[in-house]
């Protein structure tokens, strides 16, 4: 992959992660981004997502989500892109494996 090919398009492909695959972009992704994202996604990809992260993270992001729930969309969109351009930073560097349409976190 070159450093300016983009493997995801849209949040809902997050949907296609496995579990080791969210819990590496969860730790790469600054808990504030995350919240921010996590208020533009759906709920489904957002709960997965918020399930591999330890308790007290979780909190945490928690936290954020509610101080930050009147930000602008513009702010929240341009934190679910950041969280999509770590995500692609994350296949480039051979942590997740794209298989067809699915992602999966390779043990390291």
């Keep these: ?42 709920e489904k990809i957002a709960g997965s997502m918020l399930g591999v992260l330890d308790l007290q993270r979780r909190k945490y992001v928690h936290e954020l989500m509610a101080l930050q729930k009147d930000t602008t969309e513009e702010s929240k969109k341009a934190a679910a892109e950041g969280l999509l351009l770590i995500a692609d930073g994350l296949i480039s560097r051979n942590l997740i494996s794209k298989q067809g349409h699915y992602f999966f976190g390779t043990k390291k």
């Design 1 to 42: 992959m070159s450093g300016s090919e983009q493997v995801l398009e849209k949040l809902s492909q997050l949907s296609y992660f496995d579990n080791l695959a969210l819990f590496y972009l969860c730790n790469e992704t600054p808990p504030q981004t995350l919240a921010l994202a996590f208020l533009q996604m759906d």
